[in-house]
């Protein structure tokens, strides 16, 4: 089956940097998206991998690595906006995303 | 912002009513999805749409059925809602497939009772 994990929740200190892992395994690989989540809203696009590297865009970047099922999106200078989910999804062979369950990253002051 | 809204915003109905929630885009994009979004999972594709009358199912279609008869509005109907259709449902909206990133609606909270 196809399968993309990421961790539940991740807390971090406001300045400072923070990286959430996604794993994914699926059937065809035809990029990769991470999405931000506010509570209570709907989800914002952050990102998009399709090759392996780093792909930096302001305070976020986000990395790739296609021969090991793994990415993750790095986060610096935090603010306390940045509380929020972070979702990692991979477009399969048929070109539909598949979603992880989402890391709630909780910043303290 | 992309301009996708949906309706109702919230809807509480009982079991075995049917339930039409819409989606509409002034966008003009080729591309229409309906996922849900439940906690502990990540958003599940229902159905997608790739042109007027074009439609094909996802990942947890069965209860659900969709119409699109123009470009701009995406139906999303339960024909007859359960307790394990309570979910919130977005709406999103892409101009193509690879590459191109979905943009969301605000999401409908449903409680079927």
């Known amino acids: 089956g196809q399968n993309i994990d990421q961790p539940t929740e991740m807390t971090a200190t406001e300045g400072a940097i923070v990286q959430i892992n996604c794993t994914y395994q699926t059937s065809g690989f035809n990029g990769l998206f991470w999405y931000q989540q506010h509570a209570g809203e709907a989800p914002t696009f952050l990102s998009y991998?399709?090759l392996d590297g780093l792909e930096e865009k302001g305070r976020f970047s986000s990395f790739l690595s296609r021969s090991k099922g793994y990415s993750y999106l790095l986060l610096k200078e935090l603010q306390m906006k940045d509380s929020a989910s972070y979702l990692c999804?991979?477009?399969?062979?048929?070109?539909?995303?598949?979603w992880g369950a989402g890391t709630k990253l909780i910043i303290k002051p | 912002d992309a301009g996708i809204t949906q309706s109702p915003r919230h809807k509480v109905t009982e079991t075995g009513t049917p339930v039409t929630l819409r989606c509409h885009q002034t966008?003009?994009?080729?591309?229409m999805y309906w996922y849900r979004q439940d906690p502990g999972h990540g958003l599940r594709l229902i159905h997608y749409?790739?042109?007027?009358?074009?439609?094909d199912k996802g990942e947890v279609s069965d209860g659900y059925s969709v119409s699109r008869s123009k470009t701009e509005d995406f139906l999303l109907t339960l024909e007859s809602a359960t307790s394990s259709q309570t979910s919130v449902y977005f709406c999103a909206i892409s101009e193509g497939l690879a590459a191109y990133e979905q943009y969301f609606g605000p999401g409908t909270r449903l409680t079927v009772t």
């Open positions: 991998n399709v």
């Open positions: 749409s790739y042109g007027v009358k074009d439609t």
């Open positions: 999804a991979v477009m399969d062979s048929n070109y539909q995303l598949i």
């Open positions: 966008e003009n994009h080729r591309y």
